[in-house]
């Protein structure tokens, strides 16, 4: 049974950075699609960044392009999340999520993932 596990979320001020991490066990993390999605107060949960299973690729909501980064460590078996130049927007619950298989169009659609992280909490001040 695959479990997922993220750390790393805390409180900041706008136009500051934070790094979120996510270990994986069980199942085969080298071969699994990796993604964060971020789920604020009374909002849908929303697809924010993911990784192909050999980091080649990498997907970005518009909201987040060119201010969050994903990438990932198979040795690990750890994907990160980080994130500067942050907004007030941006305060959310953080989830890691795992799936077997992501096509572009779908990799930050939640119903790709069928493995989920508790949320780390992300409060940005402005």
Not at 58 to 71: E, L, Q
Request: net charge neutral.
């Amino acid at each position: 049974q695959v479990q997922l596990v993220e750390s790393g979320g805390g409180s900041v001020q706008a136009g500051g950075s934070l790094r979120l991490s996510c270990v994986v066990s069980g199942g085969t993390y080298s071969r699994t699609f990796m993604a964060w999605f971020r789920q604020a107060p009374g909002k849908e949960r929303e697809g924010v960044a993911a990784i192909t299973p050999n980091g080649g690729m990498t997907y970005y909501t518009d909201a987040v392009k060119g201010r969050f980064s994903i990438s990932r460590d198979n040795a690990l078996n750890t994907v990160y999340l980080q994130m500067n130049s942050l907004k007030s927007e941006d305060s959310a619950m953080y989830y890691c999520a795992a799936g077997s298989w992501a096509p572009s169009y779908a990799a930050l659609n939640t119903d790709t993932y069928n493995n989920w992280g508790q949320g780390t909490q992300v409060t940005v001040s402005s």
